[in-house]
């Protein structure tokens, strides 16, 4: 439920109620406004409270029931946008981040390859999994731990922030050594022990939408997470299947500004899961932060032609030069910027 206070309502008066609605068993998210305090409330689900229990305390003003099935998820339970802060990364404020990388870690020399390209780019941080779901069980599975360690090395040498997918519950120790954000891949997303044990976690995870969720379904997974006690979650659409069959995925622009509408959670786009073909990730990129993206994760490669898995939606390193040269005059236009530190070069098409 959502708790308004009095517009002149005390610091006490606040205190109050708040200690009132712990002592019923609710866990409280308290945000302040310009003009009144606003309260959110969430029930273990043991004990259902009567909010005319609440509407009687003093100081408040009015008492109101989150109909979504996810709570403190919803904007409703916290109106102010939630920003997932790694040193000077904030996910969800005024910059658009940019996550880019390979799709696995090969070698060394590819995963250092990717890493100053992406950084000269302006990515802020690097994406490559150890641990791959394949659709074909002989299909390549990631190095695991020596991958972690390739891509943390890369990572640190260039100043990056590293995003990496985590599988199953016993990966996440391990993972958690190497990775500064936790990924969970469209097959994971209702895998809810998962999802809980990375409530328990202390780094963000990033959710990407299942390949036929719907957004609340979607939501409802980053509200285990939340439930959980993390409250540093990044929602990623990468698209879903649909009866097309021109593209890997069909890349659901509208669900950005819808979640944005729904949710206080930043939003990220992965335009290269979008498509499955790396000729059309620039145009998906571009309309994903014309949308209102808070970030782009995207696949970049040194020789895509010859990557191991995903080549074909891999970027060249000219390639996104390029896409990020565009993305900086895109992004002003809307009210947003996108790493001004790094200068693109011009890059030839392909």
């Given at each position: 439920?959502?708790?308004?206070?009095?517009?002149?309502?005390?610091?006490?008066?606040?205190?109050?109620?708040?200690?009132?609605?712990?002592?019923?068993?609710?866990?409280?998210?308290?945000?302040?406004?310009?003009?009144?305090?606003?309260?959110?409330?969430?029930?273990?689900?043991?004990?259902?409270?009567?909010?005319?229990?609440?509407?009687?305390?003093?100081?408040?003003?009015?008492?109101?029931?989150?109909?979504?099935?996810?709570?403190?998820?919803?904007?409703?339970?916290?109106?102010?946008?939630?920003?997932?802060?790694?040193?000077?990364?904030?996910?969800?404020?005024?910059?658009?981040?940019?996550?880019?990388?390979?799709?696995?870690?090969?070698?060394?020399?590819?995963?250092?390859?990717?890493?100053?390209?992406?950084?000269?780019?302006?990515?802020?941080?690097?994406?490559?999994?150890?641990?791959?779901?394949?659709?074909?069980?002989?299909?390549?599975?990631?190095?695991?731990?020596?991958?972690?360690?390739?891509?943390?090395?890369?990572?640190?040498?260039?100043?990056?922030?590293?995003?990496?997918?985590?599988?199953?519950?016993?990966?996440?120790?391990?993972?958690?050594?190497?990775?500064?954000?936790?990924?969970?891949?469209?097959?994971?997303?209702?895998?809810?022990?998962?999802?809980?044990?990375?409530?328990?976690?202390?780094?963000?995870?990033?959710?990407?939408?299942?390949?036929?969720?719907?957004?609340?379904?979607?939501?409802?997974?980053?509200?285990?997470?939340?439930?959980?006690?993390?409250?540093?979650?990044?929602?990623?659409?990468?698209?879903?299947?649909?009866?097309?069959?021109?593209?890997?995925?069909?890349?659901?622009?509208?669900?950005?500004?819808?979640?944005?509408?729904?949710?206080?959670?930043?939003?990220?786009?992965?335009?290269?899961?979008?498509?499955?073909?790396?000729?059309?990730?620039?145009?998906?990129?571009?309309?994903?932060?014309?949308?209102?993206?808070?970030?782009?994760?995207?696949?970049?490669?040194?020789?895509?032609?010859?990557?191991?898995?995903?080549?074909?939606?891999?970027?060249?390193?000219?390639?996104?030069?390029?896409?990020?040269?565009?993305?900086?005059?895109?992004?002003?236009?809307i009210g947003r910027s996108i790493c001004l530190e790094a200068v693109s070069r011009p890059g030839r098409s392909?």
């Amino acid at each position: 439920m959502i708790v308004v206070m009095k517009e002149r309502a005390s610091e006490s008066q606040v205190d109050s109620v708040i200690a009132r609605l712990i002592e019923l068993g609710m866990d409280v998210h308290r945000s302040s406004g310009s003009t009144r305090t606003v309260l959110g409330v969430v029930g273990t689900g043991k004990v259902q409270v009567d909010k005319e229990i609440i509407e009687i305390l003093d100081g408040v003003h009015e008492v109101m029931r989150i109909t979504e099935p996810y709570k403190r998820a919803s904007r409703s339970y916290r109106p102010d946008k939630t920003i997932v802060t790694l040193g000077d990364v904030r996910i969800g404020g005024d910059e658009v981040i940019v996550m880019a990388g390979p799709c696995s870690a090969e070698t060394e020399e590819q995963c250092e390859a990717a890493a100053a390209a992406v950084k000269r780019a302006g990515a802020k941080v690097f994406r490559g999994g150890a641990f791959k779901p394949r659709s074909s069980p002989y299909s390549f599975q990631g190095h695991g731990e020596a991958g972690l360690k390739m891509l943390r090395q890369a990572s640190d040498a260039h100043g990056l922030k590293l995003i990496s997918e985590v599988m199953d519950v016993s990966q996440i120790e391990l993972i958690a050594k190497y990775c500064d954000i936790f990924q969970v891949g469209a097959r994971n997303m209702q895998n809810y022990t998962l999802l809980r044990e990375l409530g328990h976690a202390r780094k963000p995870v990033l959710v990407k939408r299942g390949i036929s969720a719907t957004i609340e379904e979607w939501l409802l997974s980053a509200e285990y997470i939340l439930a959980g006690g993390n409250n540093d979650v990044i929602l990623c659409e990468r698209g879903i299947r649909t009866f097309e069959t021109a593209t890997r995925n069909t890349f659901d622009i509208s669900a950005i500004p819808v979640v944005h509408k729904l949710s206080h959670l930043p939003v990220v786009a992965d335009p290269s899961h979008g498509a499955g073909r790396r000729d059309m990730v620039p145009q998906l990129a571009r309309a994903a932060v014309a949308a209102g993206a808070d970030g782009l994760l995207i696949e970049v490669h040194a020789d895509p032609d010859h990557a191991w898995s995903d080549g074909a939606q891999s970027m060249y390193p000219d390639q996104f030069d390029r896409l990020m040269a565009e993305l900086r005059i895109i992004a002003p236009a809307i009210g947003r910027s996108i790493c001004l530190e790094a200068v693109s070069r011009p890059g030839r098409s392909r």
